[in-house]
């Protein structure tokens, strides 16, 4: 609906800003494009390993790992951004920026979950293993373990970032697909 007052014209929305059917949906777009980037990764990957050059392939799929665990990150969430704009149907781009952070977060928030729920099985089973003997991490484990918080780390800066960007950029570029009149 749309005003005229003394200033100009005032836009007024009657509904709430975040949507969250779309929000869900844009989840769900993220998560497969993610999936379909994590395969893509791990064929290329699996398909470049030459077992004669185990060292230096070591460290190079440890870099390839990182890095395109942060583009997944950005691509996929920059897809399920755009797409809840989209399917929103507001031409706002504050309110696209606000569906790309609720896609973020959603993901961050699910995926939080199910990495610690596979965090806590894995040390239950290491423990089960060890039966109490004390194990003591090499300097090479923690040097990996923190590069994998790092890539993290980065890939989740990197995912709110595209998302935010991907929810103004649906928003602004939005065309009219439907009337809410006659749905």
Known sequence: ?????????????????????????????????????????????????????????????GVGTRTWLVLTWAASLFMGGLFAS????????????????????????????????GFANTLQGGASLLHGSPVTPSAAVTSYTAAAFWALFFSTVTGAFTAALGGWIGAGHLHRVYDEGTL
Do not use: Q
């Not at 969250?20 to 379909?36: H, N």
């Open 1 to 61: 609906m749309e005003i005229v007052s003394k200033s100009g014209p005032l836009t007024i929305y009657r509904t709430v800003p975040l949507n969250w059917s779309a929000i869900i949906g844009g989840w769900v777009i993220a998560t497969a494009v993610a999936w379909l980037l994590y395969v893509l990764g791990l064929a290329v990957g699996f398909s470049a390993v030459d077992i004669s050059h185990a060292d230096a392939m070591t460290k190079a799929w």
């Open 86 to 117: 989209w399917v929103d149907g507001k031409a706002h781009p504050t309110f696209g920026l606000l569906n790309g952070i609720a896609v973020w977060g959603l993901t961050m928030t699910v995926g939080a979950l199910l990495l610690s729920i």
